[in-house]
């Protein structure tokens, strides 16, 4: 009896062996995914080429080709503040060889502020990293009297008409920039949307707006005298502008909202995929060419985990929401 005992014992102690090796070399063969990568990678920026969001994902897909062996394509899909790109990217293979080059436009004011059913950011998507932030520069023409901030912010106490604000489109950044700024220094101003910041901007420098919220990809407007800066977002100042202030100096802490940017690969995408990529990615924002695009741009480089881009894709959402609820705020249909 003891001696059938004991060789029931050791044949399962043999299945069990077995089971865990079977288990262990499966595990492998998922993190090495049948050699993924073994063909192109496709990164969709939904966003025209040239921009601060393009210029980023070129850089990383180069880095990221260099790393992996394997050629990463970028394809511009503009359209829709970015949500053409993005549904492209949310029924595409759930394979990590299609990725969304995504910002704080395309994956959290797109879907919080457009009714009529964009992309549901964490059903459709896997976030993978956040690579950058991006503060805003405030702005007025170089012909205004403004040469400080709180002279806007006394004008537009005195006169509340007299206060207007160019952004590039209904629910954009620069929009709900420009009502966090009302809401913060408790002024009103005119929002004037146009269909592109570099729009806005022109009529900034002709001194037809008061002042806007623009991407430090314009940085060339205030290098040549065309704006004046007063102010920028984040919580430091920008190295390529070191002698303006950020709105938390001078005490306007509530007027914030960094642009980030980051990649997603479509939502069921193997976790192993999304951490090699993740691995991959982060480690290409270390190169030379990067870092010095980052300075040049103005942008923190991150580099964060994929637990760690999730939350702040929900923080931001709640913090959109709040906003648009108290300045109803929509998104042009």
């Known amino acids: 009896m003891s001696h059938t005992h004991n060789l029931a014992n050791h044949k399962l102690a043999v299945l069990l062996l ?39 994902a070129r850089l990383v897909a180069k880095g990221l080709s260099e790393r992996v062996g394997q050629p990463v394509i970028v394809e511009n899909r503009p359209g829709a503040g970015g949500s053409i790109g993005a549904k492209a990217v949310a029924s595409a293979g759930a394979d990590g060889y299609t990725l969304l080059f995504a910002s704080t436009s395309s994956l959290v004011s797109e879907p919080v502020l457009r009714s009529g059913g964009n992309v549901d950011v964490l059903k459709d998507f896997a976030p993978v990293t956040q690579i950058t932030d991006m503060p805003f520069v405030f702005v007025v023409s170089s012909k205004s009297r403004h040469t400080a901030l709180d002279s806007v912010i006394a004008e537009g106490k005195k006169q509340p008409s007299a206060l207007t604000y160019a952004s590039w489109g209904s629910g954009s950044a620069g ?48 290098s040549n005298g065309s704006v004046r800066p007063l102010a920028v977002t984040g919580a430091k100042r920008m190295s390529p502008l070191p002698n303006v202030p950020t709105f938390v100096e001078l005490g306007y802490a509530g007027i914030s909202l960094p642009m980030w940017f980051g990649f997603v690969a479509p939502a069921k995408t193997p976790m192993a995929v999304i951490s090699y990529l993740n691995k991959e990615i982060n480690h290409s924002l270390s190169s030379p060419q990067f870092v010095q695009a980052a300075q040049t741009m103005g942008v923190t480089i991150v580099g964060s985990t994929p637990a760690q881009f999730t939350e702040r894709i929900q923080t931001d959402a709640k913090l959109v929401a709040e906003l648009a609820r108290t300045a109803n705020i929509k998104m042009d249909n």
């Open 175 to 222: 929009h709900l920039l420009g009502e966090m700024f009302k809401q913060t220094t408790k002024t009103d101003s005119l929002h004037v949307p146009y269909k592109g910041e570099a729009l806005g901007i022109a009529d900034i420098i002709g001194g037809q707006i008061t002042m806007m919220f623009f991407t430090p990809v314009n940085m060339a407007h205030i």
């Open 18 to 56: 077995a089971i865990f090796v079977v288990s262990i070399s499966s595990t492998d063969s998922i993190a090495k995914d049948d050699n993924y990568p073994d063909k192109p990678i496709i990164i969709v920026v939904p966003f025209s080429p040239g921009g601060s969001t393009d210029i980023q």
